[in-house]
């Protein structure tokens, strides 16, 4: 494996993140990292870190995302830093018939782009930014890493809508999210990866897949990332008469139906969720606050969470049949000791049982009781160095094979 400076690009409504890893002998090293925040702002954030260390630190204006990423391209363009010799991006869903990593080209993108109507929140910013970048940086190898990849094993059973087949040939079916975390999750695990693994990536999004021998065969998010479970914001699963009666409800006040269908994309995708029962916030250690002081909304809020997320488990051990680990991961799942603790609280009977002292701690480690059947562990997810990896085995063949290798020793 040569070595070379590999950039991760992650791209939001709000922002870009970056970070470069030096790839040669070895484990990939992460070298710095950065951000713009706040694209659309008189007052965006800019900066680099590497080891802590600030090392470009600005509030600029950033009117437009053009502006943001052209800030970003011209500081890893500018000879200060290690110059990229090959782009990763992570990319949310690249449709029906993109389901594979791969290079990018100007027809990979016409063809992302032209399933943009499945992903309206997300594809047109990643298509931007893979425009953009093959124009900014046009010596340099981009690669689409795909957050729906890990879950193009799961069988057609779980991918299937059921809905008129019309819509499933325009690609409408469950594609599932958070690829890359639940991946790098099974990269951790091994060499001793369980058979039968259900991993909660529990952030301000939320899902949960299971997978058996290392490979996914359900996940809890579907076309979009609003379906599954109950997010910051999010509904997750909802009964298809909320959202009618909702729809119609806003068609009251606003006849045109596409301005209707936006307002209710707005309403099931930031405004629902932990913030939409709580009334108060999608964050989960303000709603913990919240409780401490005794808000029921906040309590009804969260016991709603865990109640989702006991429920699924419950039947990804159904689908497994049976079940030998389970891994939090996300920044509620690496940091909600009581989180942790709500959802396993009732699950003894499915053999899992945590243990309040060793559920105690923040980060990695292993919280099941000495005599739970199932171990129970905390994994922080490595996404950006799973990016990092695909990016080599990509340059290195141009196309993934089925099941790349994947080296324990390579992560530590
Ligand atoms: P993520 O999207 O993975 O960054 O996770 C964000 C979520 O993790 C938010 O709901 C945070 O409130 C939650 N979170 C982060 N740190 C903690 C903590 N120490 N205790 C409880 N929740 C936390």
Redesign the pocket.
């Known amino acids: 494996m040569s070595s070379l400076p590999v950039l991760v690009l992650n791209s939001g409504s709000s922002s870009i993140k970056f970070s470069v890893y030096e790839a040669g002998i070895g484990a990939p090293q992460k070298l710095f990292e950065g951000a713009v925040d706040g694209i659309g702002t008189d007052l965006g954030k800019f900066w680099i870190k590497d080891d802590g260390k600030k090392l470009v630190d600005e509030t600029p204006a950033l009117p437009t995302r053009a502006v943001a990423f052209k800030m970003v391209a011209d500081a890893l363009n500018s000879g200060r830093f290690p110059r990229p010799q090959a782009i990763g991006h992570r990319i949310g869903c690249g449709g029906p018939n993109v389901q594979d990593n791969q290079r990018i080209t100007p027809q990979l993108i016409d063809e992302i782009e032209s399933h943009a109507a499945l992903a309206p929140l997300h594809t047109p910013i990643a298509v931007y930014i893979m425009r953009e970048a093959l124009k900014l940086f046009p010596d340099i190898p981009n690669f689409a890493v795909l957050d729906t990849y890990f879950h193009r094993t799961i069988p057609e059973v779980a991918s299937t809508m059921p809905i008129p087949q019309e819509y499933a040939a325009m690609g409408v079916r469950r594609y599932g999210y958070h690829g890359i975390s639940y991946e790098s999750i099974v990269y951790q695990l091994q060499p001793e990866v369980p058979e039968k693994l259900i991993v909660a990536h529990l952030?301000?999004?939320a899902s949960i897949s299971a997978i058996r021998n290392g490979r996914c065969i359900n996940t809890s998010m579907g076309l979009t990332p609003t379906g599954g479970l109950i997010s910051?914001s999010r509904t997750g699963d909802i009964d298809p008469g909320v959202v009618l009666f909702i729809l119609k409800k806003i068609a009251e006040t606003t006849p045109d139906a596409l301005q209707a269908a936006d307002k209710l994309e707005t309403l099931l995708n930031k405004k629902s969720g932990l913030l939409g029962v709580s009334g108060l916030s999608?964050?989960?250690?303000?709603l913990?606050e919240a409780i401490q002081s005794g808000n029921p909304r906040a309590r009804l809020a969260v016991d709603k969470f865990t109640w989702t997320i006991a429920r699924w488990i419950g039947s990804f051990v159904a689908e497994l049949n049976g079940l030998d680990m389970l891994v939090f991961t996300?920044?509620?799942g690496e940091?909600?000791i009581d989180?942790r603790a709500e959802i396993c609280a009732g699950l003894s009977a499915l053999g899992i049982m945590v243990d309040p002292r060793r559920n105690n701690v923040?980060g990695l480690a292993t919280i099941s009781a000495p005599e739970s059947r199932v171990s129970v562990r905390v994994v922080p997810p490595a996404e950006d160095l799973m990016i990092v990896n695909h990016v080599l085995r990509l340059s290195e063949r141009d196309s993934v094979e089925d099941e790349p290798a994947m080296i324990l020793s390579d992560l530590h």
């Open positions: 952030g301000n999004g910051g999608n964050d989960m250690r303000a913990r996300g920044g509620i940091n909600d989180s923040r």
